[in-house]
């Protein structure tokens, strides 16, 4: 309380650091990066997160406290564009991608394992870096690689409905009155989040090319595609599908019944091949 009775603020930032839907995850062991307006907000924004965290690292303004965020998840954004743009590579040479990331994450050093998918989802990667590339524009400061990185992120759902047009052409059948499935809608495995979630520019996408669209999602009842609300369709297990198309696989859910199917995309790389899918 200041000598005139009004109560002083201090103000700082400190970066969200969850992981969701992963388990092993311990926010209390996660270190927290804070900053304050002021070296004496700094100071006291870490004795309030002393006891939340195992350690707390103290920036020396709002300002580095903010970027390292935008950092940590542009780092994320390019190497997942990196990743799924090495995932078609490694389709055109026939040879499993995946097989490849686990072989090259045996290097201790030097290598940090990214792996391919359908998109990002989510409220951080999707969004975080056009903050950055925001301030940056308004500076007039040109960042092609991140640019580059965001545009094939936002492209990658509608190359999942391509894929599937194309499996279907490779049979000799229209995609438009295809019954299709996307199994799992959420941005990630055992969340209920669907927020910019690939699986929602799929389906729309998917409905525009004239197919019958359906999703199964244990975690994701309803969601509303355009003015639509659609449901989560019971029992897909037992019913024939023309595609599925894999986006998230979440915890405890058994693919052993897609091996029936007459078609399966895999946007996750994770299926067998015994499924019989096919990858982006």
């Not at 195992?54 to 020396?60: N, P, T, Y």
């Not at 030097?110 to 999707?126: A, D, E, L, N, S």
């Not at 492209?155 to 894929?163: E, G, H, K, L, T």
């Given at each position: ?13 400190s ?11 311990d926010?209390?062991?996660?270190p ?13 924004a870490?004795?309030a ?42 389709r ?6 995946i ?19 359908p ?8 969004c ?18 991140m ?7 936002a ?8 894929r ?25 495995p ?12 799929i ?20 969601l ?33 019944w897609?091996g ?5 995309l895999d ?14």
């Amino acid at each position: 309380m200041g000598s005139h009775g009004v109560r002083a603020v201090y103000v700082a930032f400190s970066p969200e650091r969850i992981d969701p839907g992963v388990a092993r995850h311990d926010r209390r062991a996660t270190p927290r990066v804070v900053g304050g307006i002021s070296a004496e907000c700094g100071r006291r924004a870490q004795e309030a997160l002393t006891s939340t965290a195992a350690a707390v690292h103290v920036v020396s303004s709002s300002e580095a406290a903010e970027l390292t965020k935008l950092l940590e998840n542009s780092f994320r954004a390019v190497n997942i564009a990196m990743i799924n743009e090495f995932a078609d590579s490694c389709r055109a040479f026939d040879v499993d991608p995946i097989e490849v990331i686990e072989a090259a994450a045996t290097k201790p050093y030097g290598f940090m394992p990214f792996h391919p998918g359908p998109g990002v989802g989510g409220h951080c990667i999707p969004c975080d870096t056009h903050y950055l590339l925001w301030q940056l524009r308004a500076q007039r400061l040109p960042a092609p690689l991140m640019n580059a990185a965001m545009g094939s992120i936002a492209a990658r759902p509608r190359r999942v409905a391509d894929r599937a047009r194309q499996l279907r052409a490779d049979r000799g059948k229209r995609v438009a009155g295809a019954r299709v499935l996307v199994l799992g809608v959420a941005y990630k495995p055992g969340v209920a989040d669907i927020r910019e979630s690939p699986a929602l520019e799929i389906m729309a996408e998917l409905a525009g090319l004239g197919v019958d669209v359906s999703y199964a999602d244990p975690h994701v009842p309803t969601l509303l595609l355009g003015e639509t609300t659609v449901l989560s369709s019971d029992q897909v297990e037992s019913q024939e599908w023309d595609l599925v198309i894999v986006h998230t696989m979440h915890p405890g859910c058994d693919p052993g019944w897609l091996g029936g199917q007459n078609a399966v995309l895999d946007t996750t790389y994770r299926l067998s091949p015994e499924l019989r899918c096919a990858h982006l």
